[in-house]
T-cell receptor, first 112, second 114 residues
Framework: SQQGEEDPQALSIQEGENATMNCSYK?????LQWYRQNSGRGLVHLIL?????REKHSGRLRVTLDTSKKSSSLLITASRAADTASYFC????????????FGTGTLLAVQP | NAGVTQTPKFQVLKTGQSMTLQCAQD?????MYWYRQDPGMGLRLIYY???????DKGEVPNGYNVSRLNKREFSLRLESAAPSQTSVYFC?????????????FGPGTRLTVL
């Protein structure tokens, strides 16, 4: 399958520090998405980066995409306790059907 | 707008029982999806519906059936529940097309099969 793999599986940092998580995928894509899941809740879309983009910013989020290495990274700057959540990358497959395949996620804990 | 809603929030079944998980969206999206989430496994697609009147299998369809009742509603049915179907089930929806296929998720249904 084309499942993305996140690294690390778990990350614990102090408030104010930056958090970086990585995603690798297996086949060619036209975009890659990052989602956040707070404990016990549904996933929330954070950011989408297209295959012709190398970097994208949204508030305190910075996403990079390296299609030659089939990898992406999500950087959260100046983290807050409220950023504590699981983060998933997702890549489309199946042509125009909008299907996504999700990685196994990184569990981020931000200590106050 | 409520977004994507799911009922019930929690359910406990005995092996062999049947039930239907309900999902509705009010965003006029064409595409809808059912996922299951198990610890350490991420989300796996069970079934999806690209548009009203169509459904197709995802990665893990065995033991499930779906109905796209209309554009708003997409239900997931377990005909004979098994303990292996204990999981958290998420419904999602999105607009059609490959340029902006952000998916919107419901809050989930926590299902335990004894």
């Amino acid at each position: 399958s084309q499942q993305g793999e996140e690294d690390p599986q778990a990350l614990s940092i102090q408030e104010g520090e930056n958090a970086t998580m990585n995603c690798s995928y297996k086949t060619s894509i036209n975009n890659l998405q990052w989602y956040r899941q707070n404990s016990g809740r549904g996933l929330v879309h954070l950011i989408l980066i297209r295959s012709n983009e190398r970097e994208k910013h949204s508030g305190r989020l910075r996403v990079t995409l390296d299609t030659s290495k089939k990898s992406s990274s999500l950087l959260i700057t100046a983290s807050r306790a409220a950023d504590t959540a699981s983060y998933f990358c997702a890549t489309p497959y199946g042509g125009a059907t909008n299907k996504l395949i999700f990685g196994t996620g990184t569990l981020l804990a931000v200590q106050p | 707008n409520a977004g994507v809603t799911q009922t019930p929030k929690f359910q406990v079944l005995k092996t062999g029982q049947s039930m239907t998980l309900q999902c509705a969206q009010d965003m006029n999206h064409n595409s809808m999806y059912w996922y299951r989430q198990d610890p350490g496994m991420g989300l796996r697609l069970i079934y999806y519906s690209a548009s009203e009147g169509t459904t197709d299998k995802g990665e893990v369809p065995n033991g499930y059936n779906v109905s796209r009742l209309n554009k708003r509603e997409f239900s997931l049915r377990l005909e004979s529940a098994a303990p292996s179907q204990t999981s958290v089930y998420f419904c999602a929806s999105s607009t059609q097309g490959t340029r902006n296929n952000e998916q919107f998720f419901g809050p989930g249904t926590r299902l335990t099969v004894l």
